[in-house]
């Protein structure tokens, strides 16, 4: 299984991003996908997860009302939509998957991950 990260960059506070995961090896809508982020210094934080097959999503609380995960089956790409964005959304953005229907919320029940993509939020 690969997972590939794209999308972040460099955006103003209160712009927006749209992250991109996309897998191989993995049917993404099948199984449990999810963001977390890192800051130098700090340990991964969850961020959000899907099953889109269970339709079921989870946000963490910071996050809550301002991203959306989402997946396209199509691409067999799970999307997160980061609105609103403020400077302390500012992190690396991993996504990872899980077969398991363990806690989404931790880092270690994942077993597949991807690279990273840098987002800063600053102007």
């Known amino acids: 299984v690969q997972l590939q990260a794209s999308g972040g960059g460099l955006v103003q506070p209160g712009g927006s991003l749209r992250l991109s995961c996309t897998a191989s090896?993995?049917?993404?809508?099948?199984?449990?996908m999810g963001w977390f982020r890192q800051t130098p210094g700090k340990e991964r934080e969850f961020v959000s997860a899907?099953?889109?097959?269970?339709?079921?999503?989870r946000y963490a609380d910071s996050v809550k009302g301002r991203f959306t995960i989402s997946v396209d089956k199509t691409k067999n790409t799970v999307y997160l939509q980061m609105n609103s964005l403020r400077p302390e959304d500012t992190a690396v953005y991993f996504c990872a998957s899980k077969g398991t229907s363990s806690s989404v919320y931790f880092d270690y029940e994942y077993n597949h991950w991807g690279q990273g993509t840098q987002v800063t939020v600053s102007s």
């Open positions: 090896g993995r049917t993404v809508s099948n199984y449990y």
């Open positions: 899907i099953n889109w097959s269970m339709g079921f999503t």
